[in-house]
């Protein structure tokens, strides 16, 4: 069986492709598995590094209005479809799956073209051009959200890394802060912003950091790639420990007692899985997706919300804080957030794959 995935851009549609390759090497290892995606994503570092064959192709941005690149895009389009049509040729592909990002569009194109069958996973309530497109052209689509939009779609959650799913927090917890530089003793936040980082968040993190150390609070907190700051946090105790990313989330899930971060499909699947609590800053950009991600969470009581623009030091020191230092409440929290988590959708679509390439 040779199967196809495509997806790129964020690691919000990189991950669960891979999750899903995972799966399903380890249900049949002689599945040959190929990556489709386009140089401009994460794709590039991620997929080799998992050691996963990456074709790619051209990407095609496609344009919410009238503007001088839609008269361009006709051409570049179809050149993105048939450099796709060209790795299904070559892998001889049984099936195709979606996930979204700029490479999606082409992919199931060319696939409709070939006659391979599509199918789509959709991650976010609100799905992107790519999938509202590729949802047209099959019967079999999936969403790792209930509130997902697309007709026709089942809810199944979202595929998730094998370290993330086989995580125990609690058994992991004096060892993940150890790994870090942490003490084991202490209430520890931890702090991101998605793959690329959060301006907005580390600048309020940073002007909270005295306050929350005052408290006995330590911080495990991930810049993201491309983001600097003027400022950084004195050496000192309890720590703060300022990375520009974060390679092993499974361990700083396991060291942390409660997260402060973006709302995307990946963490928010991610967080619920294994029952960490956070306050969650949608992304203020957008089709407003993050925001429906948090708030199922927030009504349930696992987590908080903020808006970006609302988010300041004083708001985490008076928000975050008193419940980093209510150890009861952590608890309760993390009961509610795991309520909603899904653990086994890597697997449930893996089966749907392999019934569908037969």
Request: charged letters at 20%.
């Amino acid at each position: 069986m040779r199967v196809v995935l495509a997806g790129g851009g964020t690691a919000g549609h990189i991950e669960p492709a891979l999750a899903l390759a995972d799966t399903l090497r380890g249900i049949d290892p002689g599945i040959g598995i190929t990556c489709m995606g386009t140089d401009r994503g994460l794709e590039s570092r991620l997929v080799p590094s998992r050691g996963y064959e990456l074709e790619l192709v051209p990407a095609v941005p496609l344009p919410r209005a009238i503007t001088p690149a839609l008269l361009t895009m006709p051409g570049r389009l179809a050149g993105a479809v048939n450099a796709a049509a060209a790795v299904l040729d070559r892998t001889k592909a049984d099936v195709l799956v979606g996930f979204g990002g700029y490479v999606a569009t082409p992919a199931y194109l060319a696939a409709k073209r070939r006659g391979v069958p599509i199918v789509v996973h959709e991650a976010n309530p609100r799905p992107g051009l790519a999938n509202r497109l590729g949802a047209k052209l099959t019967d079999h689509v999936y969403t790792g959200s209930p509130e997902c939009s697309l007709t026709k779609a089942a809810y199944i959650g979202t595929p998730l890394r094998r370290e993330i799913l086989a995580l125990d927090r609690l058994s992991m917890g004096d060892k993940a802060r150890s790994w870090f530089g942490l003490q084991t003793d202490r209430p520890t936040l931890l702090v991101f912003g998605g793959s690329q980082g959060a301006r907005s968040i580390n600048e309020a993190m940073l002007g909270a950091a005295p306050a929350l150390r005052a408290a006995g609070v330590q911080v495990l907190h991930a810049l993201g790639p491309k983001n600097t700051v003027d400022r950084e946090p004195p050496p000192g105790d309890p720590q703060y420990v300022l990375l520009p990313y974060i390679d092993r989330m499974d361990l700083a899930y396991a060291a942390a007692d409660l997260a402060l971060c973006r709302s995307g499909a990946l963490s928010c699947a991610e967080l619920t899985a294994i029952g960490l609590p956070a306050a969650y800053v949608p992304l203020p950009h957008g089709i407003g997706e993050q925001r429906i991600n948090a708030e199922r969470i927030t009504v349930s009581g696992g987590g908080l919300l903020i808006d970006d623009a609302d988010l300041t030091s004083d708001w985490i020191i008076q928000n975050v804080l008193p419940i980093l230092n209510d150890p009861e409440r952590v608890a309760a929290m993390s009961d509610a957030a795991a309520g909603l988590g899904l653990r086994d959708a890597d697997t449930v679509l893996a089966r749907k794959v392999m019934e569908i390439a037969r």
